[in-house]
């Protein structure tokens, strides 16, 4: 079974910083790119960062270039994102996301997502 697990949100103050990890299991993690999707209350839920497989490419959407950095541990199965100088407007809750197929037999490709984590910045 494919599992996503999302942790490290929080309350911080506007220029804060926060390590957001996403831990996988139940496929092959360094075989696929792995994303990070936020939602805002009442908006809809926006991709934020990308990683691929090989950690050779990474995407940011414009709003958080510069402050924030995707990485990826492949010998633990592990997505992070470093969050830095946040501001009020990164308040949302945070879903990693990964389009695969399972490791188990039959499995089909589809999207996965995490449980999200909440990251609230005061202002």
């Known amino acids: 079974e494919v599992q996503l697990q999302a942790s490290g949100g929080g309350l911080v103050p506007a220029g804060g910083s926060l390590r957001l990890s996403c831990e996988a299991s139940g496929f092959t993690f360094d075989d696929y790119a792995i994303g990070w999707f936020r939602q805002a209350p009442g908006k809809e839920r926006k991709a934020v960062s990308c990683?691929?497989?090989?950690?050779?490419?990474?995407y940011y959407v414009d709003s958080v270039k510069g402050r924030f950095t995707i990485s990826r541990d492949n010998a633990k199965n592990t997505v992070y994102l470093q969050m830095n100088d946040l501001k009020f407007e990164d308040t949302a809750v945070y879903y990693c996301?990964?389009?695969?197929?399972?490791?188990?037999?039959?499995?089909?490709?589809?999207?996965?997502w995490g449980q999200g984590t909440q990251v609230t910045v005061s202002s």
């Open positions: 990683i691929n497989s090989s950690d050779s490419k990474r």
């Open positions: 996301t990964v389009y695969a197929r399972g490791s188990s037999l039959g499995s089909t490709y589809q999207w996965y």
